[in-house]
């Protein structure tokens, strides 16, 4: 397996943003919720604040150190329901067949009908804003092309000699599905998941931005852009600091998901020269 | 080709259904009332005399099966409700808006179109080129930037520093408000276009009939125009109705950066107020569009690639 | 004698591998005279396709031609500017491919695609050229050849699909026709049409035909002279008939005793068909020799 340079430099920017997260009690120079202070507001990147202060005199730094935390805790909560939800599903529709995968089919068809922003607020309108709802609402929003990756993985695993023979030992399905069919697909919906840890940071931004996601004071990356939208003229550094995080996160996951796949993908591989 | 078209259409149909069944399930969920939200502005409780009138005025007291045959009922007469907030019917507060959310999307898509396409062609056709590598860092750039941060940068820029354009607002609706929001609603869909559309081309290009094609005496040029176009635009298309979907998404939020009086904006606003008939009317809609739009891709997808039409 | 129309001079082409060169052909010679139906034949990774594309100019990338000439009417074609190449190829050497299903584009009609011919080559206009291109299919025998202009690729057969590219092959009446494993991917009974066709269009209109295939049987049937390939060189060439007859080189008998005979029962008993026992052979230490003794078994040992 050949990871090209985009993998590592996925790898790097992804291994960054977790020990921001990770070290922020100890590496933050300030408290991100309480050391606001209204006469160091506004404050221009310098020696003490190094990406400069907020509206309420908070230093950015610490802020978007703190607010890693909450993008990854997002990323990786959301595509753990989101594979499970995916994997289950299209796994069960894939090997019993029948009324249940039309049902799956369906249900799938549907939920890529709704554009998942769309789906994820109105989750988030219903309830209301938060960590908790996110998750849900953000869990429960992208899972239908993993359930698809894994249902036509499941049905491509069925026909194989090894299924075949588990099947001829009287295994039971379950135990088929989880011992012989879960670990073969384990790279592809890896890969979905990784792309989706993308997608959810994304989305949370979006939505903490629009002010249903997570709510100040807790420095989310989003909701650190919305004060910034009335000082971007007084201090534009607010807008671009928390941004920039967000982009080379995002960066980073798509990187390797992207380097995952290539690496993963039998059709790359072999086109040589 | 008519029978073909029938048939995508009412393909339709029964996805609406589930999807507004969906909906109304969600909303119905809900853990406490709506009434009450709409009076909790968090500074007083509500009278709970206040909050059982309106419950009943809206109708929300009566069993669940029941609400949902009015509902449905309604839905069949294209009633979507009346809005909690200002007691208008929500279809007309969509019909209002539906122009401007319209222009924002197509402008964003064809922004996308104009500049992706051609920029993943010549890249593909130049591989390990500097444009190239080029074109492929900025659409990986691209697909992990938020929108709303680029809009806001975009803002700051073209707006507040250089006074080129509006920062915000639908004006009188001429073309220098529609800039700043297009453009930032097509940088994602442009990156993504870009990026099918050389992979796309590339698959083209390593074809058999290609090979064939050179083994005709032809130049690279007509190659690329006779055979190369056509068969990539297949690929090109279906990307285009795909993005769509999350266009529509980003667009509530860009929307909103811009204050661009769109059904976007009309949703997180109604989402804030829990509006509920209104932002349940404007999911449907946004799902209903996205949709017709995979719809009318669909069939251009037929018009392009004869093979289709024999399924 | 007459000059030959095609002479494949001492032809070597590979691939560059950092300073290393990693040869596919070394040092290929051969000649085809006006009219004359040549065959190649040999296993898969010899060069004979690459033979024939060097032959077109459509090597690709990592593949180059470092020595030796293709000299067409006299002329190299390999120092030849690339747009005097393109008036060349499809109008004097024209090319068909082993696989029908790809070989098409499969988003145009077979009319408008034969059309195109006329169009490069002869200046014709689109209308003036699909009426030809349904002319040109009727020689290829296609039945209804005004309805089937107006096909598809999916809409057709394979056998059908080849001829359709023999008919855009021949379209403008070439010198040479190239054709690589043209009926491998076909039906057996549908093969031998299509070599019917080949055979007797190009003898009736004096085409000269390179023909490629791994199948001697087939070669035999079309072809006057056979070139033997093996691991990038040419290693036995003769008549076709003296080539079954005594054969001289030790891979040539190999490939003879492949080929399952009628009767073979009756002289001593059944006789065993014999495989060559072959893994292509590691080409970088064949360089310096040309032979292969070790590998090649005896044609009748069992």
Redesign the interface.
């Given at each position: 397996m050949r990871l090209g340079f985009n993998f590592w430099l996925g790898a790097f920017l992804t291994v960054l943003v977790i020990l921001a997260g990770v070290l922020a009690p100890w590496i933050a120079p300030f408290d991100p919720v309480l050391d606001a202070d209204l006469m160091n507001s506004e404050m221009p990147p310098d020696a003490t604040f190094w990406f400069g202060t907020d509206g309420q005199g908070r230093d950015v730094y610490t802020r978007i150190l703190y607010g890693a935390q909450i993008s990854l805790t997002v990323g990786i909560v959301s595509q753990v329901i989101n594979s499970i939800i995916g994997v289950t599903l299209g796994m069960t529709a894939g090997y019993w067949g029948g009324w249940w995968d039309d049902l799956v089919n369906g249900l799938t068809n549907v939920m890529l009908a709704i554009p998942s922003l769309i789906f994820a607020l109105a989750v988030m309108a219903v309830l209301g804003p938060g960590l908790p709802s996110l998750l849900i609402a953000l869990g429960l929003t992208n899972w239908s092309w993993t359930c698809r990756i894994a249902r036509s993985s499941t049905l491509s695993l069925k026909s194989q000699g090894y299924v075949q023979a588990a099947q001829t030992l009287g295994y039971g399905d379950l135990r088929i599905m989880f011992t012989q069919i879960l670990p073969n697909m384990m790279g592809p919906i890896l890969v979905m998941a990784t792309l989706g840890m993308g997608t959810a940071v994304l989305s949370e931004a979006a939505l903490s931005f629009l002010g249903l996601g997570i709510q100040p004071p807790f420095p989310s990356w989003g909701s650190m852009l919305t004060d910034a939208r009335q000082l971007i003229q007084l201090a534009p550094w607010v807008a671009l600091f928390p941004g920039l995080a967000i982009f080379l996160s995002v960066l980073g996951f798509n990187l390797l998901g992207d380097g995952l796949r290539d690496s993963l993908d039998p059709h790359m591989r072999t086109r040589k020269i | 080709m008519l029978r073909f078209t029938l048939r995508r259409i009412f393909q339709i149909i029964p996805?609406v259904i589930?999807?507004a069944l969906?909906?109304f399930v969600?909303?119905s969920?809900?853990p406490g009332s709506f009434a009450a939200s709409l009076f909790a502005d968090g500074k007083r409780a509500a009278d709970p005399q206040m909050i059982a009138r309106l419950t009943a005025e809206l109708g929300l007291d009566k069993p669940l099966m029941e609400r949902f045959v009015t509902y449905v009922t309604d839905l069949a007469h294209f009633d979507l409700g009346t809005s909690f907030r200002t007691r208008q019917p929500v279809i007309d507060l969509i019909a209002d808006r539906m122009g401007a959310s319209l222009q924002l999307a197509v402008a964003a898509m064809v922004f996308a179109i104009v500049i992706g396409v051609p920029l993943g062609f010549l890249a593909a056709l130049r591989p390990g080129s500097v444009l190239d590598t080029v074109t492929m860092v900025g659409a990986?750039?691209g697909?992990?930037?938020?929108?709303?941060?680029?809009g806001?940068?975009l803002?700051?820029l073209f707006a507040?520093q250089l006074n080129w354009l509006p920062s915000f607002g639908y004006g009188d609706g001429s073309f220098r408000n529609l800039i700043l929001p297009a453009v930032t609603l097509g940088v994602t869909p442009l990156a993504l276009l870009a990026r099918t559309t050389r992979a796309g081309v590339l698959d083209v290009l390593n074809?058999?009939?290609i090979?064939?094609?050179?083994?005709?005496?032809?130049?690279e040029a007509?190659v690329v125009r006779?055979?190369v176009a056509?068969?990539a635009l297949?690929l090109i298309v279906t990307t285009i109705g795909l993005q769509f979907?999350?266009l529509?998404?980003?667009a509530?939020?860009i929307e909103?950066?811009f204050a661009w009086p769109g059904i976007g904006s009309l949703?997180?606003d109604s989402?804030?107020i829990?509006d509920?008939p209104v932002?349940q009317g404007t999911?449907l809609v946004?799902?209903l569009w996205?949709?017709v739009i995979?719809t009318a891709v669909d069939l251009i997808y037929a018009a392009?690639?004869?093979?289709i039409k024999?399924g | 004698m007459t000059a030959p129309l095609l002479h494949v001079k001492d032809l070597t082409l590979g691939v560059p591998l950092g300073r290393d060169f990693h040869p596919i052909l070394k040092g290929v010679s051969f000649q085809i005279m006006p009219g004359e139906a040549y065959g190649l034949v040999g296993e898969s990774g010899s060069g004979k396709s690459v033979t024939s594309l060097a032959t077109m100019g459509l090597l690709k990338k990592p593949l180059k031609v470092t020595g030796g000439e293709i000299l067409f009417k006299g002329q190299n074609l390999l120092a030849l500017p690339k747009r005097e190449m393109r008036r060349l190829r499809g109008n004097r050497i024209a090319m068909i491919f082993q696989e029908p299903m790809t070989a098409l584009n499969p988003l145009a009609t077979v009319g408008r695609q034969i059309a195109e011919m006329f169009v490069l080559h002869q200046g014709k206009s689109w209308g003036e050229a699909e009426k030809l291109a349904v002319d040109a299919l009727a020689n290829v025998r296609v039945p209804n050849p005004d309805r089937r202009a107006k096909n598809y690729p999916h809409q057709m057969s394979g056998g059908l699909r080849q001829r359709v590219m023999i008919a855009m092959a021949l379209a403008c009446n070439p010198d040479l026709l190239i054709a690589d494993e043209p009926t491998t991917a076909l039906d057996v009974t549908v093969q031998a049409e299509v070599l019917r066709l080949i055979k007797e269009l190009c003898a009736a209109r004096g085409t000269a035909v390179l023909f490629i295939s791994h199948d001697l049987g087939v070669i035999a049937s079309v072809c006057q002279r056979v070139g033997v390939m093996y691991s990038g060189c040419l290693v036995e060439e003769n008549e076709t008939k003296a080539l079954f007859t005594d054969p001289r080189h030790e891979y040539t008998r190999g490939l003879l005793g492949a080929l399952p005979r009628l009767g073979s029962r009756s002289e001593h008993g059944r006789q065993r068909l014999v495989d060559i026992d072959s893994i292509i052979a590691d080409r970088s230490k064949l360089t310096e020799t040309r032979f292969i003794a070790p590998r090649a078994t005896e044609g009748s040992q069992p």
């Open positions: - | 996805t589930v999807v969906l909906i969600i909303f969920v809900v990986v750039s697909l992990s930037l938020p929108q709303f941060w680029l806001l940068l803002m700051y507040l074809a058999d009939f090979r064939t094609a050179h083994s005709k005496g032809m130049s007509k006779w055979h056509r068969n297949v979907g999350s529509i998404g980003q509530v939020v909103k950066l949703l997180v989402v804030a829990r509920i932002v999911i946004i799902v996205f949709l995979n392009i690639d004869p093979r024999q | -």
